[in-house]
């Protein structure tokens, strides 16, 4: 039985140590079948000696059988815990606690929750975040969709009227990064880091994503221009305060910026343009795993960690071992 925990505490307990944390992974890796990471070999033994990873304590190595091959891996190999010195316990801990706060959680308060360096703290956060990326998506989208676009650090004068922040203006010296957002009408929110919010720049981005004929409400930003010869294209004018027009608004996709600024301000403070990506899909992530519990939340982190091919219903099918045996695999003298 995989076991089912409802808060930091019970997971906690649960992984209280770093072999059951290695072997938890190794379930949702591979549902008990190890796999060869270089050659897809299904053939695999386990030695009975070999530590490769001599944090993981009574950890063995696997070693694939195929001769062209031979690869020597663990369960850590290609993922983002591989080659960390913090142990799997922690590890575990960051990654429900980054995915259960809103807003974030900076390096410094999760270093002190978890009794980590800051330097660990900040590391460990961003491979999580590198985790989150989205994988492309395989077929465009049809639906109601909101496109805005906003802007994160630097100066007013390249913003869009409405989004001027006042008494901002020529304070500073380097420009603001935009980020442009997709957000299709009760579902996910797609955010992009792009250097500026010409048409040339946001249009491709709609073009590869939403199929022609969906419906893609925006403001008057001239970047949108020409969107009607492919879409059903529904203007909301924000110089005139308008934000509602019939029934389409942008409400949703403004009720989105809001969250992101309030956690990349409140909570990181200041975030540079080169980092800015990680960010974006650090508050995608979340957002669009809102409807789902905190617990499931950081398994679909864990099986993003490992093997992007890996899917949702992946994780919720039922495992073919129980965790609470020891898994047997054919073994090999090291
Ligand atoms: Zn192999």
Redesign the pocket.
């Known amino acids: 039985m995989i076991p089912q925990f409802s808060n930091l505490l019970e997971l906690q307990k649960y992984f209280n140590n770093e072999l059951v944390c290695a072997k938890y992974l190794e379930q949702k890796k591979w549902n008990g079948k190890p796999v ?6 299904e053939k695999i033994y386990r030695f009975k000696t070999r530590l490769r990873h001599p944090e993981l304590k009574d950890y063995k190595d696997f070693i ?3 001769k ?4 020597i891996f663990s369960v850590l190999t290609d993922s983002i815990f591989e080659g960390s010195k913090i142990s799997l316990q922690v590890w575990f801990s960051a990654m429900y606690l980054i995915s259960a706060h809103k807003k974030g959680i900076s390096s410094h308060q999760l270093a002190s929750d978890l009794g980590i360096t800051q330097k660990s703290s900040w590391f460990i956060l961003h491979r999580i975040r590198c985790s989150y990326e989205p994988k492309p998506i395989e077929e465009k989208i049809d639906g109601l969709f909101q496109a805005d676009e906003t802007f994160i650090g630097g100066k007013n004068k390249n913003r869009h009227a409405h989004k001027k922040v006042d008494a901002s203006q020529g304070r500073s010296t380097k420009d603001k990064t935009p980020v442009f957002g997709l957000q299709q009408t009760g579902g996910d929110i797609h955010t992009f880091v792009v250097k500026n919010t010409k048409a040339e720049t946001l249009q491709p981005i709609i073009k590869s994503m939403i199929k022609s004929g969906a419906i893609i409400v925006t403001d008057e930003w001239n970047g949108y221009n020409g969107l009607s010869k492919d879409y059903g294209h529904i203007l909301v004018n924000h110089n005139e305060k308008q934000y509602v027009n019939g029934a389409f608004s942008n409400n949703a996709i403004e009720g989105y910026w809001s969250l992101f600024k309030r956690g990349i301000f409140g909570i990181y403070h200041w975030v540079s343009a080169k980092h800015l990506h990680r960010y974006c899909n650090e508050f995608s992530y979340r957002y669009n795993r809102r409807k789902i519990s905190d617990i499931n939340k950081f398994e679909l982190a864990l099986l993003q960690s490992n093997n992007k091919r890996l899917t949702y219903n992946q994780l919720i099918a039922k495992p073919v071992v129980d965790l609470t045996e020891d898994v047997d695999y054919d073994v090999v003298q090291d």
Do not use: F
């Open positions: 060869c990471p270089d050659c897809g070999c694939c059988s195929n062209e091959c031979k690869k």
